[in-house]
């Protein structure tokens, strides 16, 4: 079985604060993505990597960064966190070229 | 601006009911159509999924109906029962691995 992990169900942060996301993939996959799911919106994607080192900006990028050092290691940063960035953060993976996305189950921030 | 708009956002059936979930896009450039289930406190898990060349998929209570002139697709969830209350999320995909998501439908099935 595919295990995508996250490194916290439930996080509390100051407005201000630098906010580190972690979410590893135990399956090889090359592809891992960041989201953002808010009631009525959806998903939303905020960036995703297809290599190490390698990232692309998806929907929502602003206000956030990434870091890919390793292939099972997926970082999403929020450099200054604010109020408007509470909300349930997703991760997923996927093999090279293959459309299904295997979800950890996902960090709920909120920003103070 | 929403690519992929879902319909309702909301669903009630009572056990032993059809529920119906409806999706339309606008990009014809989408060659895959899944539909993710989410349990509270879980990340999406993949449902179901079709792609363009076929108008209906099913696999057991769970059946796909797309109709690729109307750029719509729907979910059907037959005899529905209390343990399929989940949220539910159709999305789209081209030529690779990124997936546009609905807006989710939640749905509660009454026993």
């Known amino acids: 079985d595919v295990k995508v992990t996250q490194s916290s169900r439930y996080l509390v942060k100051r407005t201000g604060e630098k906010v580190f996301l972690e979410c590893v993939q135990d399956?090889?996959?090359?592809?891992m993505f960041w989201y953002r799911q808010d009631p009525g919106l959806g998903l939303r994607l905020i960036y995703f990597s297809y290599d190490v080192k390698m990232k692309e900006k998806g929907d929502i990028p602003e206000g956030y960064s990434v870091s890919r050092e390793k292939k099972e290691r997926f970082s999403l940063i929020l450099e200054s966190a604010s109020t408007n960035q509470t909300s349930m953060y997703l991760c997923?993976?996927?093999?090279?070229?293959?459309?299904?996305?295997?979800f950890g189950p996902g960090t709920r921030l909120t920003v103070t | 601006q929403q690519q992929v708009k879902q319909s309702p956002q909301s669903l009630i059936v009572q056990k032993g009911g059809i529920s119906i979930i409806n999706c339309a896009y606008e990009?014809?450039?989408?060659?895959?159509f899944p539909w993710y289930q989410q349990f509270p406190g879980k990340g999406p898990a993949l449902l179901i999924a079709i792609r363009p060349d076929v108008s209906e998929k099913k696999e057991g209570r769970f059946t796909i109906s797309f109709n690729k002139s109307a750029k719509q697709f729907s979910l059907h969830i037959m005899d529905s029962q209390p343990g399929d209350s989940a949220t539910y999320f159709c999305a789209a995909s081209r030529a690779g691995n990124m997936l546009t998501f609905g807006g989710g439908t939640r749905l509660m099935v009454k026993p």
């Open positions: 997923a993976s996927s093999p090279y070229l293959r459309y299904e996305q295997y």
């Open positions: 399956m090889d996959h090359e592809n």
């Open positions: 990009n014809t450039a989408f060659d895959y």
